[in-house]
């Protein structure tokens, strides 16, 4: 007769729930990123384009989480799905040398739109 080494039942750890919810998080924004591409077609596209930023962060985060857990077909679907978003980014940041050569001046418009107060100017 052989005696079992540990006499309690070997409890299965739990798996973390961002490891869980990881690849429907990035299924989710996969599905946002392609309904972003026919934002000129229909409202619902549109409204998901203009959310770009914050879809831009989600992905980041999920691709932060896939890294992590090492799921490495949801990092490639991810990265491409940043892919696809940063070029809508690339005007924000220009080079230098458009800098140079934008010189536009500044304009600043004071409007005063209360009648009462008429020391604005003064």
Known sequence: MTVPKSSSPKIPRPEPILRRFAPWGTVTLALATVATLFAQSHWFSD????????????????????????????????????????????????????????ADPLTVTVTNVLTLAQTIGR
């Open 47 to 102: 409204l998901l384009a203009n959310l770009r930023i914050q879809q831009c962060l989600a992905l980041l985060t999920m691709l932060l989480a896939c890294v992590a857990f090492r799921r490495w077909t949801w990092v490639a679907v991810t990265a491409c799905c940043l892919a696809i978003h940063l070029p809508w980014f690339l005007p924000v940041f220009p080079s230098t040398i458009a800098r140079r050569s934008q």
